[in-house]
């Protein structure tokens, strides 16, 4: 019998209706725990990524069979990745050693390099990015809107944050705005 694995699955697609529900079923139906997953529409495209933990016995080739169904039924690009228990561990040593999580909100006329310019300086300051979005608004004069919910360095505070963005959201003729995250509890 062959031990549990986890696996991520990538798709993306042109949005229909019931694209989480089928995946989803995929997963039920064969026993596996869905442990992380971020899903989002893009101008008619569909995007998911997902980290799910197969049940001891089932095989990778068995979740490869039964995502072809997918890949036809909704005409979706699919794929799968088995992660190691080093790449585990990595991820989870990296979560604990991790400080304050924040969002950071950038507002502006719309022009190239805004993202850049932002994400570059984060990076430098070894600010890890967990989920980014970004949407421009019509109209005669288009506004871009970005947000980013970023986990700082340990050794960083939100005070930190908000100074070294600053001089880059002003050379970038941007508002920006720094919020820790607030966690519900449950």
């Known amino acids: 019998m062959s031990a549990a694995k986890n696996v991520v699955i990538t798709g993306v697609g042109r949005d229909r209706v019931g694209i989480v529900a089928e995946l989803s079923r995929i997963l039920y139906v064969m026993g596996c725990n869905l442990l992380d997953s971020?899903?989002?529409?893009?101008?008619?495209?569909?995007?998911?990524?997902?980290?799910?933990?197969?049940?001891?016995?089932?095989?990778?080739?068995?979740?490869?069979?039964?995502?072809?169904?997918?890949?036809?039924?909704?005409?979706?690009?699919?794929?799968?990745?088995?992660?190691?228990?080093?790449?585990?561990?990595?991820?989870?040593?990296?979560?604990?050693?991790?400080?304050?999580?924040?969002?950071?909100?950038?507002?502006?006329?719309?022009?190239?390099?805004?993202?850049?310019?932002?994400t570059d300086l984060l990076a430098s300051l070894k600010v890890n990015l967990t989920d980014v979005e970004t949407k421009k608004t019509g109209g005669a004069k288009p506004i871009f809107m970005m947000v980013l919910e970023v986990t700082l360095p340990a050794s960083m505070t939100e005070a930190d944050l908000k100074k070294a963005l600053t001089d880059k959201a002003s050379a970038l003729g941007v508002d920006l705005s720094v919020q820790p995250v607030e966690y519900m509890e449950i």
């Open 38 to 118: 971020s899903m989002t529409l893009l101008r008619g495209e569909f995007a998911v990524i997902l980290m799910a933990q197969l049940p001891e016995g089932e095989s990778l080739e068995s979740l490869h069979g039964k995502l072809d169904g997918i890949r036809e039924k909704l005409d979706m690009n699919v794929y799968v990745r088995e992660l190691t228990d080093e790449e585990l561990r990595e991820s989870e040593a990296e979560e604990d050693s991790q400080g304050e999580a924040c969002i950071i909100s950038v507002y502006g006329a719309d022009k190239p390099g805004i993202v850049y310019g932002i």
